[in-house]
């Protein structure tokens, strides 16, 4: 075995002589244009709370016109349910009944059918002796047959 030696290590890697500055020269520093970022910042701020507003008033506006709406069909309805209650009550029979006698209208008797002896060319009866078979229109015999 042969014992070579190993490099030392430094613990602290050796600077070049341009290196070894830790100080430097600074540069004026740059100019803020602080106005001008406080004026862009008003606004925009001023025009984001401008259209809060805005739009808080268009809706405040909406809800007054719906609400009054809202009363209109409210009424609408009401009136609907006193005509459909009105007729009602003008249908009613017995008011019916009244105002007939009022009117000096009296009660039906008792209901009477009428029997025809014979057949009306109106009832759909076809008479007994045809129209002339020369004749020009076959209906005309019929409807002049006599009642």
Request: aromatic fraction near 2%; hydrophobic fraction near 45%; charged fraction near 20%.
């Amino acid at each position: 075995m042969s014992a070579v030696t190993a490099p030392l290590r430094r613990s602290h890697p050796t600077l070049l002589p341009d290196e070894q500055r830790h100080l430097r020269v600074v540069d004026a520093p740059a100019t803020r244009h602080t106005l001008v970022y406080a004026l862009a910042m008003i606004v925009v701020f001023g025009a984001a709370v401008f259209g809060a507003v805005s739009l808080n008033a268009m809706a405040a506006g909406a809800s007054v016109e719906a609400r009054a709406l809202e009363s209109h069909v409210a009424e609408a309805e009401r009136m609907y349910a006193q005509r459909v209650a009105d007729v009602a009550e003008l249908e009613d029979p017995a008011r019916i009944r009244a105002a007939a006698l009022e009117l000096g209208m009296v009660p039906a008797g008792p209901v009477r059918h009428l029997t025809l002896e014979r057949n009306l060319p109106a009832d759909g009866a076809v008479p007994d002796t045809p129209g002339d078979p020369g004749s020009p229109d076959p209906l005309k015999p019929l409807l002049s047959a006599e009642r």
